[in-house]
């Protein structure tokens, strides 16, 4: 399934956070918020493009979207992957996975 090295982390991770938004209605909410606290640029990206894949409410995308600077660079959903893939424009991501 996944090369288990610390260079596979963001795929754990997303996983990770799939199975907690799963069980816990509020995590979305919770994600949203330390993203936001905490996060860069690129994080605030492949946390938006996430919880849009696992159809969090609009409202907390939105809260995303707008801590967004803008640019037309785009940036790859798994980091050591080549940029090639299913192109998300309102994230800015490649999605590289598959």
């Known amino acids: 399934m996944y090369d288990w090295s610390r260079f596979n982390t963001l795929p754990r991770g997303y996983d990770w956070i ?9 995590m979305a909410r919770q994600l949203v918020t330390v993203t936001l606290r ?4 690129g994080a605030i990206r492949r946390i938006g493009r996430l ?18 600077r803008p ?7 798994i980091p050591t ?3 090639r893939g299913k192109t998300d424009r309102r994230w800015g991501v490649v999605h590289n996975d598959g």
Do not use: C, D
């Open 18 to 26: 799939r199975t907690e938004l799963a069980g816990e209605s509020s």
């Open 38 to 41: 905490y996060g860069n640029q």
């Open 51 to 68: 919880l849009e894949s696992e159809a969090v409410a609009e409202s907390s995308l939105r809260k995303l979207e707008k801590a967004l």
């Open 71 to 77: 640019s037309t660079a785009l940036i790859p959903w």
């Open 81 to 83: 992957r080549p940029k």
